[in-house]
């Protein structure tokens, strides 16, 4: 009995663990960045209109991106909210890896 116990225990366990989404992918970021370089340039950098990216630290992006997609977080001009709409978490942790890789 014991035995069946510990094996259903690892069976829920790895199931559990599966879904534990892994960091993000720089490269599949840069990938998704495309839409992000209109505004903030394709270094990240920004102007003097739109804030810099690049160098955010990955948790920060991601709560700043989800803080728009829920209205949470506003810009002046609403197009935040259109663009990360879409976006999964996994899609927005890929972008924040990428955008965590670039120098400002």
Do not use: W
Not at 39 to 52: F, I, K, L, Q, S
Not at 70 to 83: Q, V
């Amino acid at each position: 009995m014991k035995i069946k116990l510990v094996m259903a225990m690892m069976f829920v366990l790895m199931l559990a663990a599966g879904t534990v989404q892994a960091g993000g992918d720089a490269a599949k970021g840069k990938a998704l960045s495309v839409d992000c370089s209109d505004c903030h340039g394709e270094n990240g950098m920004g102007d003097d209109e739109t804030p810099a990216i690049a160098g955010m630290e990955e948790a920060e992006f991601v709560a700043a991106l989800k803080g728009y997609a829920s209205g949470e977080r506003e810009d002046e001009s609403g197009m935040m909210a259109d663009y990360v709409t879409d976006l999964s978490d996994q899609d927005m942790a890929d972008l924040a890896a990428y955008y965590a890789t670039l120098g400002q």
